[in-house]
């Protein structure tokens, strides 16, 4: 560890549609010796492995491939931190990039600074427009985490590797949405932050089959409410550590807007609408200020109308998503 200034860990499952575009955007000019880019294969079975691993036989420097069984998203974040030899750790999904030529700009910038996150701005590509995601804070400054209050997305954040090995970050495996505990659970470590206004990540919505796809989210959407159990249970283990509380209750309050919109996009049953009301008045019990962050539009009018505008909201959620 830390003979790379950056190591990216890309999850490659069945990929080989995208995969090499994610490979070629990490492809840098003056600075390849100074990363580190480990394909961790996820036990894909068409042409994933074949192409990583040409990345790496072509780039040997740069490309290193991890071929295992299939554990889910969160087993490569783990197999990719026990093994990187970046100070920082980054990561990379298989169907999106990084921006070229900022990524150079963004190591030099590592290479700068001791800090133990680094967060950078990144963009949200669909199919007809792109929105920047940047953040309102002064830039290229220590700044103190415990002060600061957003929502954070993994794809702005970049981690000490010593951190995420000293404190053993492990994400559930076999199991979506294991992103969020990659933002969230190094949170309770971190005493101070870098702010680098570039655009490094560039992260593509509306493909089918993505996690976020409205047919995964609701077949899945058990799994966001295991994350957010799994988020909670390590706030409360870890009670008392000198924790941004702001930083991690926006995260927490992200993926239970995440699934309650997700229920919305289910049947409009009394078995569903149930569990939407007992989740809520879960959350509201378990942490108000969690409740109070959830300030999506439809969680507003469900709470309003002491959740009579249910269906309303289920038919505009559906709409909005299709």
Do not use: W
């Amino acid at each position: 560890m830390g003979s790379k200034t950056l190591t990216i860990s890309i999850a490659a499952y069945n990929a080989e549609a995208c995969l090499e575009q994610a490979l070629q955007s990490c492809l840098i000019s003056n600075h390849s010796c100074d990363l580190e880019v480990l394909v961790v294969n996820d036990g894909s079975n068409d042409r994933t492995s074949f192409l990583a691993h040409e990345f790496a036989r072509r780039y040997p420097d740069v490309f290193r491939v991890i071929d295992k069984d299939n554990g889910g998203y969160g087993s490569t974040v783990n197999r990719a931190i026990r093994e990187a030899r970046g100070t920082y750790f980054k990561l990379l999904d298989a169907d999106d990039q990084y921006d070229t030529d900022n990524l150079e700009i963004f190591i030099e910038e590592l290479q700068k600074t001791d800090a133990d996150m680094v967060l950078t701005d990144y963009v949200e590509c669909r199919k007809d427009e792109q929105r920047k995601v940047s953040y309102p804070f002064p830039k290229e400054t220590l700044l103190d985490p415990k002060a600061l209050d957003c929502d954070l997305g993994m794809h702005a954040i970049c981690y000490k590797t010593s951190l995420l090995v000293e404190h053993s970050i492990t994400l559930r495996e076999k199991c979506l949405y294991t992103d969020t505990e990659f933002v969230a659970f190094p949170l309770f470590y971190v005493t101070n932050l870098f702010y680098i206004p570039l655009v490094i990540y560039k992260y593509t919505l509306d493909l089918p089959g993505q996690s976020v796809s409205v047919a995964n989210r609701v077949r899945h959407a058990d799994e966001a409410l295991t994350i957010y159990k799994d988020v909670v249970a390590y706030s409360k283990a870890n009670f008392g550590k000198a924790a941004p509380e702001k930083l991690v209750n926006r995260k927490l309050a992200a993926i239970a807007k995440f699934y309650v919109n997700s229920i919305l996009m289910m049947d409009c049953s009394k078995r569903v609408k149930e569990k939407l009301i007992a989740f809520d008045k879960e959350v509201k019990d378990l942490s108000p200020e969690v409740y109070s962050m959830m300030d999506d539009r439809c969680i507003q009018y469900l709470r309003k109308s002491n959740y009579r505008m249910y269906i309303i909201c289920a038919m505009y959620v559906k709409y909005m998503r299709t």
